[in-house]
Structure formats: C-alpha cells, structure tokens
C-alpha cells in the first residue's frame, strides 16, 4: 500500500478593520504563522511587505481590509491585501518585468510598493468587479516569495 502525503499547503486568512493599528496586527499574524511553520528565511522579507500592503489598505481606504497568507505545495509563499478601493497603483498595474519611476528624495511617501517589486518574487493586483447596487468590490493585491528558481532569480537580479 503507497501512502501519499498532500503538500505542505495551508491558509491563513484574517479581517482587519479600518484602523492604524491594523499593520501592527498583520505583521505580528505574519510573525506568528510564519515561525510556527518555520519559515524563518522569508520572515522578515514577508513581515515588511505585508505591512507595506496593509498600510496602503488603510491610508487610502475608508473601509475594512483582509490578509490572507497561503502556502502553496512548491514552497511558495503568497500574500494577498484586499480592500475595498478599486483603484489598482503602480507598480500592480504593469506586468511584473516593468519597472516604476523611482520616487523623489523629498517624496514623503510612495516607497512601499517599490519594496514590494523589488523583494517579491512576483506580484500582481485585480480589480475584484461589480458589488452590490453597481458598488466596486474592491482589489485584492497580491505577492509571492520562495519556491524553486527563486534564490537563481535574485542571484541574477544582483
């Protein structure tokens, strides 16, 4: 009799509300889910870009957000935002081989999402359709890192 084990997948998925306090609670979700499944390499990589997302999600929205963490079976790591802006920023607009515009020295924002491009192994964003009453419902943007090809994919990007 052959035994087979399903893939080491699972998901995590948390509602965050509309306050300043909700990036601290991701990352600290993201600490917690990460170390229990001892993925420690890509800890502090996924630890910074999911507040980076998390924080966007709360800075230019008025509604709720919700992270979502799923290991998928090849050893990848995908993050997911959603909130409730249709409005998908750069760099999430383009495909994932653009680049974007460095931001200004003197700029006081707009650096997160160019952590993400640059430290995510790919990364995407969707505009999530029609809600109720013709209402958008929102974007989910999203990041991976880890599985195969991905330390070769950063040797050569260096």
């Known amino acids: 009799m052959v035994t087979v084990s399903p893939p080491d997948t699972w998901v995590y998925a948390l509602r965050l509300p509309p306050d300043p306090r909700a990036a601290r609670v991701a990352r600290m979700t993201v600490r917690a889910a990460l170390g229990g499944h001892g993925l420690h390499e890509v800890l502090d990589v996924v630890e910074l870009l999911t507040s980076e997302l998390v924080t966007n999600a709360y800075r230019h929205t008025q509604g709720p957000a919700s992270l979502r963490l799923t ?88």
């Open 71 to 158: 290991a998928l079976g090849d050893g990848r790591l995908r993050v997911g935002v959603w909130d409730s802006s249709p409005y998908i920023p750069a760099p999430f607009d383009q495909s994932p081989g653009s680049r974007v515009a460095p931001v200004p020295v003197d700029a006081g924002g707009g650096r997160g999402l160019l952590l993400v491009q640059e430290y995510a192994d790919s990364w995407g964003g969707w505009p999530l359709g029609d809600g109720l009453l013709g209402r958008g419902a929102g974007k989910l943007l999203w990041f991976e890192v880890g599985g195969e090809g991905a330390a070769a994919r950063r040797a050569f990007a260096v």
